[in-house]
């Protein structure tokens, strides 16, 4: 996985964030507008109530046709009905179909021959009821009657058509605010696996960080900064027994020299090798400088310490370590050891110090050999 810088990281995220914001902006006001728009327009409602004002004018056309036969079935009662239905009509649908969403410019004309045909009906029957005698006054009011179911034929027909037009537009929209929807949707799970992804990244890299900071390179054992940090804790708990023991390889400077420095980190690894066989946990091992590496022995007695440490010490002298492919090296170390029993106040730079002490007499006292602070040389 390619790291990104920490600055890199913060940046990504923000961009995730502001992308995500501004779609959560949008997708708000979008929703604000459409659903101001389809708020008030039930088109469903309006159109049976003009498919039943469709009725009203079959009822008109029924009693014209009798009128113009002068048919004995004419019943003017039939066109009072008529007219008291259409007057009350035409306000309902006229209210309705202002209150919707369609364009005004395409309707007005539908509504305003409709209030025309409902101002001007009851008069018209009034006519008809008077003109019983009269057949040259009757057959003008068949005339003007005749356009009044006309009009209003066309009027509602219309009207029908589109109110059917703009529920088709509505039902459209519907769809596309429910894609709409869906696509937000998975905006927002692109979006918020985008940012988990790079969270996961950002906990990797501060994990992969933390790692580097603790191990020493070359040998991938833990650095000075991580025995240190550690070993300070948990002096600070006052473990009943503790054991620290600075080990040092011997003249490895004539190694560098001798094979070349690649050779002495192939020893060094080797040496790191014998120490992870030798140290389990809850032991430390680490490497804490050149050739210098370090152990922090708990729960051991002394006994168990100084033995593990001859044992590193026997198992380094005996080993035969290849470098470069072919040479067989043989090497010694020295070990400077502090241990001490039962709870006691001290800090880990004080414990290292006596381990220091110890060391340097080892190598006073000819190397390859371990010493335990006090002066108490066991080899
Ligand atoms: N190859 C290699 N050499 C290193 C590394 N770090 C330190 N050294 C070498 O380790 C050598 C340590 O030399 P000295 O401090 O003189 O100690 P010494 O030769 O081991 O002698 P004594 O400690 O007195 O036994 C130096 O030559 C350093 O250059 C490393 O990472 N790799």
């Keep these: 996985m390619k790291m990104l810088t920490a600055k890199q990281i913060r940046t990504r995220i923000w961009l995730i964030f502001a992308v995500f914001l501004g779609l959560c902006v949008w997708a708000a006001l979008y929703f ?9 327009s039930n088109f469903t409602a309006l159109v049976v109530d003009v498919m039943q004002a469709q009725e009203d004018v079959h009822v008109l056309k029924r009693s014209l046709s009798y009128l113009k036969a002068d048919s004995p079935f004419f019943d003017i009662q039939e066109l009072e009905k008529a007219k008291i239905r259409i007057q009350y009509r035409i306000p309902i649908i006229d209210r309705k179909v202002r209150a919707s969403v369609i364009d005004s410019r395409v309707y007005e004309p539908y509504l305003t021959k409709l209030s025309a045909v409902g101002a001007a009906l009851p008069d018209m029957i009034k006519r008809i009821q008077r003109s019983n005698q009269d057949s040259e006054n009757r057959s003008l009011l068949i005339t003007q009657l005749t356009k009044i179911e006309l009009d209003m034929a066309v009027s509602y027909s219309e009207l029908h058509h589109i109110i059917q037009a703009a529920s088709d537009i509505e039902r459209r929209r519907k769809d596309q605010l429910l894609l709409l929807i869906w696509g937000l949707i998975s905006a927002v799970f692109i979006v918020g696996s985008a940012l988990l992804a790079t969270l996961t990244r950002l906990y990797f890299h501060k994990e992969e960080l933390t790692i580097q900071n603790n191990l020493d390179h070359l040998t991938q054992l833990p650095n000075r900064r991580y025995i240190s940090e550690k070993a300070q804790a948990i002096i600070g708990w006052r473990p009943a027994q503790i054991g620290f023991a600075i080990i040092d390889l011997d003249l490895f400077k004539k190694i560098n020299d001798l094979y070349g420095h690649p050779a002495g980190d192939e020893v060094l690894k080797h040496i790191a090798d014998i120490l992870n066989h030798h140290i389990v946990e809850p032991n430390l091992v680490a490497r804490i400088g050149g050739e210098e590496f370090c152990v922090l022995f708990l729960n051991l007695s002394q006994q168990q310490v100084m033995t593990l440490c001859e044992e590193i010490r026997v198992a380094v002298e005996e080993a035969k370590l290849k470098v470069n492919n072919s040479v067989m090296i043989h090497i010694t170390l020295s070990i400077g050891l502090y241990y ?37 040389i066991v080899h």
Excluded: W
Excluded at 344 to 373: E, P, W
């Design 340 to 376: 001490h029993e039962g709870e006691r106040q001290t800090t880990f730079s004080q414990i290292y110090q006596y381990a220091d002490q110890a060391l340097y007499l080892a190598k006073k006292q000819g190397r390859n050999r371990l010493v335990l602070h006090d002066n108490a």
């Design 32 to 40: 604000q507008q459409q659903s101001k728009q389809l708020l008030g």
